[in-house]
């Protein structure tokens, strides 16, 4: 089973979610509103050690601020990677304006800094806005070749 802790969106009740289930859509124990796993989740600082440094499947972190002009473009990409990786990886954002002590303890100092995480630990970083190749050998998923993202070449 590749289990994650996660705060729902809407209530905050962490919840254990078996990720390898995704299409099912797991539900939140408490509002019974679904977990999107085909996309990139949200987590605050309370719940990062938890939701990231627990899992029991690598975890993509995008550090991120919403000012952020490469952030933004990144987005896509990140949407992209957590629908190929789905029920294989986790994909989270963790704001860096919002979650400041978490940033800190990675050393982030500049934005976009993505690092992927397995067994609680730190394996492999990128900072800014990387290539299509990069964030899918930083994923470690197979790209699907049908769905370019904006502005990549279809050979990329």
């Known amino acids: 089973m590749a289990t994650v802790a996660l705060a729902c969106q809407f209530c905050t009740t962490l919840n254990e979610v078996d990720i390898s289930h995704y299409a099912?859509?797991?539900?939140c124990q408490e509002c019974e509103r679904p977990f999107l796993l085909d996309r990139p989740v949200k987590v605050h600082e309370e719940h990062f050690d938890k939701t990231v440094l627990e899992?029991?499947?690598?975890?993509?972190?995008d550090f991120y601020a919403d000012w952020c002009g490469p952030c933004v473009m990144m987005a896509p990409l990140l949407d992209e990677v957590a629908r190929d990786g789905a029920g294989k990886?986790?994909?989270v954002k963790v704001n860096t304006d919002a979650s400041p002590a978490v940033s800190k303890r990675y050393g982030?100092?500049?934005?976009?800094?993505?690092?992927?995480?397995?067994?609680?630990?730190?394996v492999k970083t990128?900072?800014?806005?990387?290539?299509?190749?990069?964030?899918?050998?930083?994923?470690?998923?197979?790209?699907?070749?049908?769905?370019?993202?904006?502005?990549?070449?279809?050979?990329?």
């Open 126 to 156: 990128a900072v800014g806005a990387v290539s299509r190749e990069d964030m899918y050998e930083l994923a470690q998923v197979p790209a699907d070749e049908e769905s370019p993202v904006a502005g990549d070449s279809p050979n990329t």
């Open 108 to 122: 982030v100092k500049s934005i976009p800094f993505f690092a992927r995480f397995e067994n609680g630990e730190v």
């Open 24 to 27: 099912d859509r797991p539900k």
């Open 55 to 61: 899992s029991d499947v690598p975890v993509i972190v």
């Open 89 to 91: 990886i986790l994909v």
